[in-house]
């Protein structure tokens, strides 16, 4: 999930939150309803309706995993603005920035005169819709909801854009890499895993979430994945009471896991008693390309013996791509 937009002011639960509930039944689309002259209309990730050019040349990317896509996609000079949170490789500085993925500047936006908006339900606002259309923005929404879901997201981009040769190529990549780990850790236990996406109040990935789905291809067993909500606030006692036999986290939540090892109450959970307290990018919840090398990682640190005579991937980049640490 796209949940860079954290550095903005004040601590807030990750968009995705507000979301979950309303969209758990929605899948991306990207299919053609008509053809006027140099006009389609296509179907979004949340069932509207989308008037834009044959061809958009004109692009703002409103989440990072967008931006990762179309980066991905090959095209770079499509993009004529990004959300602040959004990475791009070096040379890209006529690109502009339209601010943060809760609080676009839609007037900067206007003024780049873009053929094409396409943001997500994991990282903007749900408002962003109804606002983008009084000003007459065409906003495609993407709506991923699992893994397969990002894969399903690229090749509609890429329909967007007529590079479905290239989409395919890049989707079709991505599988076989998907498909190493799956068959890697086929025959492993799946370790409990207690994710933690926040830290104070504990949330945690839920039935329907995104990060549920990209941990058990990962080889996990995330102890939270019966509660009903996508991510919801969970009770610690609750959480020690599961006995997970590890516990993720990503770097922002670092300082945490230190203080869970001197907690008298999680000194008998079998992840502290192991010292399997890991700290992982936050590639895996990230919806775009990158959840597949995060996917890869986490694979790798819950099964290490799994993958003990295979050489680890190479940095994996896409064309004109910086190579993050941190996520979508």
């Known amino acids: 999930m796209d949940l860079r937009h954290r550095a903005q002011p004040a601590r807030r639960f990750p968009p995705l939150l507000l979301w979950a509930v309303l969209l758990s039944g929605l899948s991306p689309c990207c299919r053609e309803a008509a053809r006027p002259a140099g006009l389609r209309i296509v179907r979004d990730g949340l069932g509207r309706e989308v008037r834009l050019p044959a061809a958009p040349r004109r692009i703002v990317s409103l989440a990072p995993s967008v931006t990762e896509s179309f980066l991905a996609l090959g095209s770079q000079d499509r993009l004529v603005g990004v959300c602040d949170f959004c990475r791009l490789p070096p040379g890209a500085g006529s690109i502009a920035r339209v601010g943060g993925m809760l609080n676009?500047?839609?007037?900067?936006?206007?003024?780049?005169?873009?053929?094409?908006?396409?943001?997500?339900?994991?990282?903007?606002?749900?408002?962003?819709?109804?606002?983008?259309?009084?000003?007459?923005?065409?906003?495609?929404?993407?709506?991923?909801?699992?893994?397969?879901?990002?894969?399903?997201?690229?090749?509609?981009?890429?329909?967007?854009?007529?590079?479905?040769?290239?989409?395919?190529?890049?989707?079709?990549?991505?599988?076989?890499?998907?498909?190493?780990?799956?068959?890697?850790?086929?025959?492993?236990?799946?370790?409990?895993?207690?994710?933690?996406?926040?830290?104070?109040?504990?949330?945690?990935?839920?039935?329907?979430?995104?990060?549920?789905?990209?941990?058990?291809?990962?080889?996990?067993?995330?102890?939270?994945?019966?509660?009903?909500a996508a991510y919801p606030a969970f009770d610690v006692e609750s959480a020690i009471a599961r006995s997970p036999d590890v516990i993720l986290t990503s770097p922002q939540n670092g300082p945490l896991l230190d203080r869970l090892k001197r907690e008298p109450a999680w000194s008998r959970v079998p992840a502290v008693l192991s010292g399997?307290?890991?700290?992982?990018?936050?590639?895996?919840?990230?919806?775009?390309?990158?959840?597949?090398?995060?996917?890869?990682?986490?694979?790798?640190?819950?099964?290490?013996?799994?993958?003990?005579?295979?050489?680890?991937?190479?940095?994996?980049?896409?064309?004109?791509?910086e190579r993050r640490a941190v996520r979508s």
């Not at 962003?128 to 997201?153: F, K, M």
């Not at 479905?164 to 890049?170: I, K, N, T």
């Not at 504990?202 to 990962?218: E, H, K, M, N």
């Not at 597949?292 to 993958?307: C, M």
């Open 104 to 228: 676009p500047s839609l007037e900067t936006i206007r003024a780049l005169r873009p053929d094409l908006l396409v943001g997500t339900t994991s990282g903007n606002d749900p408002s962003l819709a109804r606002q983008a259309g009084s000003l007459g923005l065409p906003l495609y929404t993407i709506h991923a909801p699992d893994v397969e879901g990002v894969l399903r997201s690229i090749n509609d981009l890429a329909r967007l854009i007529d590079q479905e040769p290239r989409g395919r190529a890049l989707v079709g990549g991505l599988r076989s890499r998907l498909e190493v780990v799956r068959a890697t850790v086929a025959l492993r236990r799946p370790a409990r895993v207690l994710s933690i996406v926040w830290g104070d109040p504990l949330v945690v990935p839920g039935r329907s979430s995104f990060l549920t789905d990209a941990l058990a291809r990962a080889g996990g067993d995330s102890i939270t994945a019966d509660a009903p």
């Open 276 to 321: 399997r307290l890991m700290v992982v990018s936050e590639a895996i919840e990230q919806p775009g390309p990158k959840v597949v090398s995060g996917i890869e990682e986490v694979a790798r640190a819950l099964h290490p013996d799994a993958f003990a005579t295979q050489v680890p991937p190479a940095s994996r980049r896409a064309p004109g791509r």
